[in-house]
């Protein structure tokens, strides 16, 4: 019995079991996994139920991320990745698939390396990363840089970074801080007035060292 013929005997087996448990999430996960070895598109719908029914399962976000990268729609793999992150900020696995992902993303864009997908991915990592890390902003001061080397004249990354800094009470941040500081007065309709605030109360503690 060859690879196909497996995978259609276990779809027909999980039909089954799901009709007598619906709320098994497990099910929902292998079904979506037998689906996408056979290329079914339908195969999100099972990884989703599953996740719905048990959203705290991290390898249903792997799985789910997975299967979309392998589609090559990588800003919507990302979001699940993302989630995973937030469930297991130390697992290898996810941190090599965003990593992955975000170089994707920037090939596709390598034309137009300011494009609002890559950056809003940057973003959203850099974010993630300071939400999760306990002990230093390194991770999301990599992404929040990403942004800068395709649109260094935006101030809103130098603001990220200086706040990232100012999270962890790193008195060495100074320069960046006042940097972000600058960036901010002479573009203050691009920045909201809360960032505005945050930044500016960062410089004037680093004003009295």
């Given at each position: ?152 004249y935006k101030p809103q990354p130098y603001i990220k970074i200086g706040l990232a800094y100012k999270k962890f009470n790193n008195?060495?941040s100074q320069d960046i801080t006042f940097f972000a500081f600058d960036a901010c007065m002479e573009c203050q309709n691009e ?19």
């Amino acid at each position: 019995m060859g690879e196909y013929d497996v995978a259609i005997d276990a779809i027909e087996d999980l039909n089954k079991a799901i009709e007598l448990n619906p709320a098994n999430a497990d099910f929902y996960a292998k079904r979506g996994c037998a689906k996408s070895n056979l290329g079914y598109e339908n195969a999100i719908e099972d990884f989703d139920k599953a996740i719905e029914l048990n959203p705290n399962n991290i390898e249903f976000y792997k799985n789910t991320g997975a299967y979309i990268k392998k589609n090559k729609d990588f800003e919507s793999a990302l979001e699940y990745y993302i989630k995973a992150l937030k469930i297991d900020p130390d697992d290898k696995d996810i941190k090599e698939a965003i990593d992955y992902i975000v170089n994707k993303i920037a090939e596709g864009y390598s034309e137009s390396f300011s494009d609002i997908e890559y950056i809003k991915s940057c973003y959203q990592l850099g974010d993630v990363y300071l939400e999760i890390d306990k002990e230093k902003p390194d991770r999301a001061i990599s992404y929040y840089r990403k942004i800068i080397n395709s649109n260094k004249y935006k101030p809103q990354p130098y603001i990220k970074i200086g706040l990232a800094y100012k999270k962890f009470n790193n008195i060495l941040s100074q320069d960046i801080t006042f940097f972000a500081f600058d960036a901010c007065m002479e573009c203050q309709n691009e920045v909201n007035l809360e960032d505005q605030f945050e930044i500016s109360a960062s410089s004037s503690r680093f004003l009295e060292f």
